[in-house]
């Protein structure tokens, strides 16, 4: 019963380094998103996915990349890290057919400082 | 565009008591979706209930209702009989065609903490 499952769940970075957070659904939902939660607020959508092959961005997508090569795996790329991508995480899955009652169903985090 | 403001930073209830956390919102589409999420200390995303734009009825979730109006674009969370596990960070969210297909695209509110008093 894993549902989203995201790794790592804590890292620390140094400004310039790059890394991949990995997250992988097993409920064989369609759609795919990355959410970012800064301190205090709610949560911004970086990119998402609507299927294998087809990404795009959401509000907050700079210093970001995305790929979705199957159904399962959707990983974020962080390029050349800033202090200003400190953050948590979140992954998300959902099933849709266009609407907008689809519930997203969320990971557990990676929680990011870059130092 | 789309905003959620949640306008309580913090909340206090009583165990067992019912709450009101409010949410109001603003969108210039017809068809949208109105979602609360409960964020526990631990960290992770938890979905308590969705109301459609067009759905007649409040919806209701076992202890938690959403107060559905649309002349003044709130939808507040009330959370009946509260309980200690109920202290946590709780998002209302909103998904909107925008002319188009959402894709299922959340924007959220900055949240409101609820504690619960034994």
């Known amino acids: 019963n894993a549902g989203v499952t995201q790794t790592p769940k804590f890292r620390i970075l140094k400004i310039g380094q790059s890394m991949t957070l990995q997250c992988t659904q097993d409920?064989?939902?369609?759609?795919m998103y990355w959410y970012r939660q800064d301190p205090g607020m709610g949560l911004k959508l970086i990119y998402y996915s609507v299927g294998a092959g087809i990404t795009d961005k959401g509000e907050v997508p700079n210093g970001y990349n995305v790929s979705r090569s199957t159904t399962e795996d959707f990983p974020l790329r962080l390029e050349l890290a800033a202090p200003s991508q400190t953050s948590v995480y979140f992954c998300?899955?959902?099933?849709?057919?266009?609407?907008?009652?689809?519930?997203?169903?969320f990971g557990a985090g990676t929680r990011l400082s870059v130092l | 565009a789309q905003k959620i403001t949640q306008t309580q930073p913090g909340m206090f209830v009583q165990e067992k008591e019912a709450v009101t956390l409010d949410c109001t919102y603003d969108t210039s589409d017809q068809s949208y979706g109105l979602f609360w999420y409960k964020q526990p200390s631990s960290g992770e995303m938890i979905f308590l209930i969705y109301?459609?734009?067009?759905?007649?009825q409040n919806a209701t979730e076992g202890r938690y209702s959403l107060n559905f109006q649309k002349a003044r674009k709130s939808a507040n969370l009330v959370i009946s009989a509260s309980q200690l596990g109920d202290s946590a960070m709780y998002f209302c969210?909103?998904?909107?065609?925008?002319?188009?297909?959402?894709?299922?695209?959340?924007?959220f509110g900055q949240g409101t903490i609820l504690t619960v008093h034994p």
């Open positions: 969210a909103m998904s909107a065609n925008a002319g188009g297909t959402s894709y299922g695209k959340l924007t």
């Open positions: 998300a899955s959902s099933y849709s057919t266009g609407g907008v009652s689809n519930i997203q169903y």
């Open positions: 109301q459609g734009s067009y759905d007649e």
């Open positions: 409920m064989n939902h369609n759609y």
